[in-house]
Protein backbone atom coordinates (compact mmCIF):
# COMPACT_ATOMS: atom_id res chain seq x y z
CA UNK A 1 0.00 0.00 0.00
CA UNK A 2 1.09 3.23 -0.79
CA UNK A 3 0.54 6.90 0.13
CA UNK A 4 -0.38 8.59 -3.37
CA UNK A 5 0.40 7.67 -6.88
CA UNK A 6 3.88 8.79 -7.43
CA UNK A 7 5.45 6.72 -4.43
CA UNK A 8 3.63 3.56 -6.30
CA UNK A 9 5.33 4.63 -9.74
CA UNK A 10 8.45 4.99 -7.86
CA UNK A 11 8.24 1.27 -6.59
CA UNK A 12 7.22 0.19 -10.20
CA UNK A 13 10.32 2.12 -11.67
CA UNK A 14 12.54 0.99 -9.30
CA UNK A 15 11.64 -2.51 -9.75
CA UNK A 16 13.28 -4.50 -12.19
CA UNK A 17 10.20 -6.63 -13.72
CA UNK A 18 6.95 -8.30 -12.59
CA UNK A 19 6.19 -11.93 -11.06
CA UNK A 20 2.66 -12.18 -10.80
CA UNK A 21 0.83 -15.69 -9.78
CA UNK A 22 -3.09 -15.30 -10.88
CA UNK A 23 -5.71 -16.08 -8.52
CA UNK A 24 -6.77 -20.12 -8.53
CA UNK A 25 -10.23 -18.75 -10.45
CA UNK A 26 -8.56 -16.80 -12.96
CA UNK A 27 -6.16 -19.73 -13.76
CA UNK A 28 -8.79 -22.63 -13.88
CA UNK A 29 -11.10 -21.06 -16.00
CA UNK A 30 -8.72 -19.70 -18.11
CA UNK A 31 -10.54 -16.05 -18.48
CA UNK A 32 -8.28 -14.36 -20.33
CA UNK A 33 -7.52 -11.99 -16.66
CA UNK A 34 -4.81 -9.65 -17.39
CA UNK A 35 -3.71 -7.37 -14.30
CA UNK A 36 -3.75 -3.58 -14.26
CA UNK A 37 -0.52 -3.69 -12.22
CA UNK A 38 0.90 -5.30 -14.76
CA UNK A 39 -0.31 -3.19 -17.51
CA UNK A 40 1.66 -0.41 -15.36
CA UNK A 41 4.79 -2.47 -15.67
CA UNK A 42 4.93 -2.58 -18.93
CA UNK A 43 4.11 1.25 -19.73
CA UNK A 44 7.42 1.74 -18.02
CA UNK A 45 9.24 -0.86 -19.75
CA UNK A 46 9.52 -3.03 -17.07
CA UNK A 47 9.36 -7.21 -18.40
CA UNK A 48 6.41 -9.04 -16.84
CA UNK A 49 6.74 -12.85 -15.56
CA UNK A 50 2.92 -14.10 -14.52
CA UNK A 51 0.77 -17.14 -14.98
CA UNK A 52 -1.29 -18.25 -17.69
CA UNK A 53 -4.70 -16.90 -17.56
CA UNK A 54 -5.55 -17.26 -21.00
CA UNK A 55 -5.17 -13.57 -22.30
CA UNK A 56 -2.32 -14.89 -24.76
CA UNK A 57 -5.38 -15.39 -26.77
CA UNK A 58 -5.38 -11.95 -26.89
CA UNK A 59 -2.20 -10.20 -25.68
CA UNK A 60 1.31 -10.81 -27.48
CA UNK A 61 3.52 -13.02 -25.28
CA UNK A 62 6.49 -14.22 -25.58
CA UNK A 63 8.90 -10.93 -25.12
CA UNK A 64 8.08 -7.92 -22.53
CA UNK A 65 5.03 -10.50 -21.29
CA UNK A 66 6.00 -14.19 -20.31
CA UNK A 67 3.68 -16.50 -19.01
CA UNK A 68 3.91 -19.45 -17.36
CA UNK A 69 1.90 -22.36 -16.06
CA UNK A 70 4.21 -24.30 -13.82
CA UNK A 71 7.23 -23.72 -12.03
CA UNK A 72 9.59 -25.05 -14.22
CA UNK A 73 8.07 -22.67 -16.74
CA UNK A 74 8.71 -19.83 -14.18
CA UNK A 75 11.69 -20.60 -13.39
CA UNK A 76 12.55 -20.40 -17.82
CA UNK A 77 10.66 -17.46 -17.84
CA UNK A 78 13.10 -15.95 -15.00
CA UNK A 79 16.19 -17.07 -16.98
CA UNK A 80 14.42 -16.00 -20.66
CA UNK A 81 14.29 -12.41 -19.14
CA UNK A 82 17.16 -12.07 -16.99
CA UNK A 83 19.43 -13.04 -20.33
CA UNK A 84 17.85 -10.71 -22.41
CA UNK A 85 16.90 -8.15 -20.47
CA UNK A 86 17.16 -5.21 -22.94
CA UNK A 87 14.58 -7.57 -25.98
CA UNK A 88 12.24 -7.96 -22.88
CA UNK A 89 12.30 -3.82 -21.82
CA UNK A 90 11.80 -2.65 -25.51
CA UNK A 91 8.74 -5.46 -25.59
CA UNK A 92 6.88 -4.65 -22.96
CA UNK A 93 6.83 -1.18 -23.64
CA UNK A 94 5.86 -1.24 -26.74
CA UNK A 95 3.03 -4.57 -25.96
CA UNK A 96 1.95 -1.11 -23.72
CA UNK A 97 1.58 1.19 -26.00
CA UNK A 98 -0.78 -1.34 -28.48
CA UNK A 99 -2.67 -2.80 -26.01
CA UNK A 100 -3.12 -0.54 -23.42
CA UNK A 101 -2.53 3.17 -24.33
CA UNK A 102 -5.57 5.32 -23.45
CA UNK A 103 -5.81 6.68 -27.36
CA UNK A 104 -6.04 3.33 -28.72
CA UNK A 105 -8.26 1.54 -26.23
CA UNK A 106 -10.84 4.16 -25.63
CA UNK A 107 -12.40 4.56 -29.21
CA UNK A 108 -12.23 0.48 -29.44
CA UNK A 109 -14.41 0.40 -26.71
CA UNK A 110 -16.69 3.39 -27.47
CA UNK A 111 -17.06 1.73 -30.45
CA UNK A 112 -17.70 -1.48 -29.31
CA UNK A 113 -20.11 -0.02 -26.58
CA UNK A 114 -22.07 1.89 -29.51
CA UNK A 115 -22.25 -1.01 -31.84
CA UNK A 116 -23.76 -3.13 -29.05
CA UNK A 117 -26.34 -0.64 -28.49
CA UNK A 118 -27.53 -0.48 -31.95
CA UNK A 119 -27.64 -4.03 -31.40
CA UNK A 120 -29.95 -3.84 -28.80
CA UNK A 121 -32.20 -1.35 -29.77
CA UNK A 122 -33.09 -3.82 -32.79
CA UNK A 123 -33.84 -6.58 -30.86
CA UNK A 124 -37.85 -7.07 -30.32
Known amino acids: MTRDPWTYQRYIQQSRAEFTVAKHGYVI ?13 LATGR ?14 TGGG ?3 F ?17 AFHSQTAREIAVEY ?4 KVIPRLLERAIKAAQLSAQLP
Open 29 to 41: TQCGWFSERSASY
Open 47 to 60: PVLTQETGFSRWLE
Open 65 to 67: VVP
Open 69 to 85: SSPEEAVAGFEAIQSRY
Open 100 to 103: FDSQ
